[in-house]
């Protein structure tokens, strides 16, 4: 975004951000966060406040050169009360822009929609990503009454799926043109090529097929499941689980149960695109989803997937890959699915350039970056960098 301001008082200095989240953790939203950060560089600054002040881990992945802090208040998380509501209003008035995330941040949406007025308040974009267990298959509805109201103060709510698209419409009551649709997007060149299995700590090759996915160790993510469709093939396929959460016990347990002594779970990787390569087939096991990222990682790492459809996933793979897309209570189906991967090397090769191909195609962080960068610009009331004689490009 260009330093040329129509809304600011001021005319120098960095476009001053406020971020709104439950959690900063290691998570697709994070990591998505995080890559917009890194590209904005020193034209932004942002403060963030989090429900849960500890949960920061994401921050390592903040370039140096980006200017942000972490506040100590006023309070996000817990109940809303007027005292609550009205503190986050006045810490508001201090930025140029408020961008909030999923229902841990939706106490600031409300207090915006109360107070954006009285108050003076900058714009505030939303954005939702997609659901815990508890709204995986239907949203509360005591909730998605309080997402109507907060939302109907916002300027923009941002969705990366189709099906979150249709929920904003249908149970939050958005206006079409308010919902704006943006697949997530990473530097898909970065992942090209197969990695040592080296990268990928506690993992020896021993002659077996890699079968790996990247994620939260969170129920909704159902790695239990995945461990079962594995465990039958367990002589052909090894089993890694990158990633950390409350489930890695369960996960261990559960593979113990079928003898799976030798699953490997490094916890949480930095930098995928150094090790998403090691893996042969990508499985995502989720009960929930709406666009994940890992998928995209996957796809371009050139890798076939097996996965439940959740979410965007079978609008997102190639065409070749849809068939390996079962539905989340088909065991059978999934099983079968890595099952045939696992025995065809030039099925997976196909299936894999073709994913490859299209995530260059849709899923770049180009298309990506110029999106939000536009909306961002068009909120605020300044001029989009892209348009600005090359700069931040």
């Known amino acids: 975004m260009s330093a040329k301001r129509s809304r600011r008082k001021d005319a120098e200095g960095p476009l001053r951000i406020l971020q709104l989240h439950g959690t900063f953790l290691q998570g697709g939203k994070e990591a998505r966060v995080v890559r917009l950060m890194n590209h904005w560089g020193e034209r932004l600054s942002h403060d963030i406040l989090l429900g849960d002040p500890a949960a920061t881990a994401a921050a390592a992945g903040i370039d140096p050169a980006v200017s942000y802090r972490f506040l100590d208040g006023p309070r996000l998380g817990g109940p809303p009360s007027f005292a609550k509501l009205h503190a986050l209003a006045r810490l508001m008035r201090r930025y140029d822009l408020v961008v909030s995330f999923n229902w841990g941040a939706m106490d600031g949406v409300m207090a915006h929609r109360l107070f954006r007025r009285i108050k003076g308040l900058p714009p505030l974009v939303h954005h939702e990503d997609g659901f815990n267990a508890d709204e995986a298959v239907a949203r509360d509805p005591v909730r998605n009454r309080y997402r109507r109201i907060?939302?109907?103060?916002?300027?923009?709510?941002?969705?990366?799926?189709?099906?979150?698209?249709?929920?904003?419409?249908?149970?939050?009551?958005?206006?079409?043109?308010?919902?704006?649709?943006?697949?997530?997007?990473?530097?898909?060149?970065?992942?090209?090529?197969r990695r040592p299995a080296s990268a990928i700590p506690g993992l020896e090759p021993d002659g077996r097929l890699i079968v790996g996915t990247l994620a939260g160790l969170r129920p909704v993510k159902n790695l239990r499941r995945l461990v079962r469709a594995v465990a039958p093939l367990k002589d052909r396929l090894r089993l890694v689980i990158v990633g950390d959460g409350e489930e890695r016990e369960a996960i261990l347990a559960e593979a113990a149960s079928f003898g799976m002594t030798d699953i490997v779970m490094p916890g949480f990787l930095p930098r995928p695109q150094d090790y998403v390569g090691v893996f042969d087939i990508f499985a995502l096991s989720s009960d929930s989803e709406q666009f994940p990222i890992s998928l995209v990682e996957a796809m371009a790492a050139g890798l076939p997937v097996v996965s439940t459809n959740v979410g965007d996933v079978s609008a997102m793979v190639a065409a070749s890959n849809r068939p390996f897309v079962v539905e989340a209570d088909a065991l059978s189906d999934f099983r079968a699915g890595l099952e045939k991967l696992a025995a065809d090397a030039d099925l997976r090769a196909r299936i894999g350039e073709a994913n490859r191909r299209r995530a260059l195609q849709c899923f770049d962080e180009s298309v990506m970056f110029t999106l939000y960068e536009r909306l961002y610009a068009s909120v605020i009331g300044v001029e989009p960098a892209e348009s600005s004689a090359g700069e931040g490009r």
Do not use: C, M, T
Request: glycine share 10%.
């Open 150 to 193: 907060a939302l109907a103060g916002a300027r923009a709510l941002v969705v990366p799926s189709n099906e979150l698209a249709h929920i904003a419409q249908k149970e939050w009551g958005q206006r079409p043109e308010k919902v704006h649709q943006i697949p997530n997007g990473i530097d898909v060149a970065a992942y090209a090529g």
